[in-house]
């Protein structure tokens, strides 16, 4: 399994700008799926942005538009750059790993779908 540890997360106002860091490590990185979630208090985690090996993207409908992922493969690094953020935001912010399989491919947003997790960055979003 690869290792994955969250930075960057903080506290904003509704509207500002975030970007999120996962770094990896203990296994190829380049060759994994890569997926940011999202778990607010009392609530599921739930998957908001999916990166394949291929740079091909997947968003939920909450934050298209509003969020990017990428990866720097050379850096180990995945990120997540959040804009106009709202209050409805505010959560634990979790990168996920997975080598390429059909459930990553077929449901990136699926927490099912990664077997390997970091231990969460929070972000809190004021209005």
């Known amino acids: 399994q690869v290792q994955l540890a969250e930075s960057g997360g903080g506290s904003v106002e509704a509207g500002g700008s975030l970007k999120l860091s996962c770094v990896a490590s203990?296994?190829?990185?380049?060759?994994?799926?890569m997926a940011w979630f999202c778990q607010a208090a009392g609530n599921r985690r739930e998957g908001i942005a999916a990166?394949?090996?291929?740079?091909?993207?997947s968003y939920a409908a909450s934050v298209k538009g509003r969020f990017t992922i990428s990866r720097d493969d050379a850096k180990n690094t995945l990120y997540l750059a959040m804009k106009s953020l709202k209050p409805e935001d505010t959560a634990m912010y979790y990168c996920?790993?997975?080598?390429?399989?059909?459930?990553?491919?077929?449901?990136?947003?699926?927490?099912?779908?990664?077997?390997?997790w970091g231990k969460g960055t929070p972000v809190t979003v004021s209005s």
């Open positions: 996920a790993a997975e080598p390429p399989g059909e459930l990553p491919r077929d449901f990136p947003l699926m927490v099912a779908a990664y077997t390997s």
């Open positions: 203990g296994h190829i990185y380049s060759s994994y799926y």
């Open positions: 990166i394949d090996t291929n740079e091909r993207t």
